[in-house]
């Protein structure tokens, strides 16, 4: 590749930057050579067990007669409805429980994610890179969850002075420390990797947006009203229920190359019954003032409120059809009378 890159050109600084551009090659073709390795050891190294079934002693007992198909459906079925009571528990207890639970998700997503990066950032043994993946976490989560608890909390943070300076000098405070992070890396910086380097910064910040910027999203709707937050998880859960149960039951054709066991009548089931779920649930939700209130503190009872007068968003509504539309409809039923 040396050879390549610098022919026609002996001189001293051509030899230099000849040198720049292989340690970049390597870098660039690091990730063929090592599938090539892969693929010469692959021979060598043992075939990787079965996985083993972590199935509880007490469910295999139940189900041991029944064959592995209905076997796996039971199984799933017992674990949904667990975790669905879970869930309801979890919604029973109200915000306090619910911004927990969002900010653990949003952790272990960032925690998978970054992990992918750092197998390929590890094998080149560059300095700080979990350290600042997790410091620039911290700064982000303290700057959005700051703003919120300064929204919502405003009668709590008059109480503290140290609340009331945080608060006052919080983006001040949230600045310095995203700059601090970024002497960090800069300092890390090691002579011919700095390509790699800011791939890996630039995959840290491209993952703090996606994960704790919807978290933090999450976590306002959750403010405005538990129902927006309820309905998109119970709309979710429903659909992959449902996609499951019309795939068992009907399903005959592969929807995916990626995923074989799904199937296009578990796909348009999912859809259908999503849809159905969707307008009943809303209608009985719309109904219930702990659901469609805003959360507020209330400093008195020192605990949160959700009590309101509902909603005109939450009740059925009266729409008239386009004029266009309505004649259209109005052809269609002279048409049918004429032909009856």
Known sequence: MRRRVGRGDPDSSGNIS??????EDRLAFSGEGEVEVEGDTKADT??????????????????????????????RVILSLTMITGFCLVIWAGPIMLIPLVMTIQIKCFQEIITIGYRVYHSYELPWFRTLCWYFLICVNYFFYGETVADYFGVLVRRKELLQFLVRYHRFISFTMYLAGFCMFVLSLVKKHYRLQFYMFAWTHVTLLIVVTQSHLVIQNLFEGLAWFLI?????????????????FFGRTPLIKLSPKKTWEGFIGGFFGTLVFGFI????????????????????????????????????????LHPVVQNVLGWVRTCRGRGG
């Not at 000849?18 to 340690?23: A, F, N, S, T």
Request: a negative charge; proline letters at 5%; aromatic letters at 14%.
């Open 18 to 23: 000849d040198k720049e551009k292989d340690g």
């Open 46 to 75: 043992p075939e990787v067990p079965a996985s083993a079934d972590n199935t509880p002693e007490c469910l295999s007992k139940a189900l041991e007669g029944l064959s592995s198909r209905w076997k796996n459906c039971w199984i």
């Open 232 to 248: 998109p998880a119970s709309i979710v859960i429903c659909n992959d229920i449902m996609a499951y149960l019309f795939g068992f």
């Open 281 to 320: 649930f809303s209608y009985l939700v719309a109904h219930i003032q702990y659901f469609i209130c805003p959360v507020e503190y209330d400093s008195e009872m020192n605990r949160f409120t959700m009590e309101c007068q509902r909603s005109d968003l939450f009740m059925l509504q009266e729409y008239s």
